[in-house]
């Protein structure tokens, strides 16, 4: 992965874009990465596969449901607090 300073993005945007048509680009500001540009196409295929993987969370949450595996909303949450 190709990484840049936020100032030489600013500078030479056209050019990044054509970069990133071919490779993820991290852009760093002050050493430490804030942004990665990605391809439409590769942003695109990211999103199917975040999509897919919640419909098979959910059909897996049904078939618990459908199977009397159920947990209350204290158990599913008391992680989180």
Do not use: C, H, W
Not at 69 to 74: A, I, R, T, Y
């Amino acid at each position: 992965m190709i990484t840049i300073p936020s100032t030489e993005a600013k500078t030479r945007f056209g050019a990044l874009l054509d970069t990133a048509q071919r490779a993820p680009v991290t852009i760093e500001k002050k050493g430490r990465a804030v942004a990665v540009l990605i391809s439409g196409s590769e942003y695109e295929a990211y999103q199917k596969l975040k999509l897919q993987a919640l419909q098979n969370d959910l059909l897996e949450g049904l078939k618990q449901a459908d199977q009397g595996q159920l947990l209350d909303s204290e158990t599913v949450f008391q992680d989180l607090i």
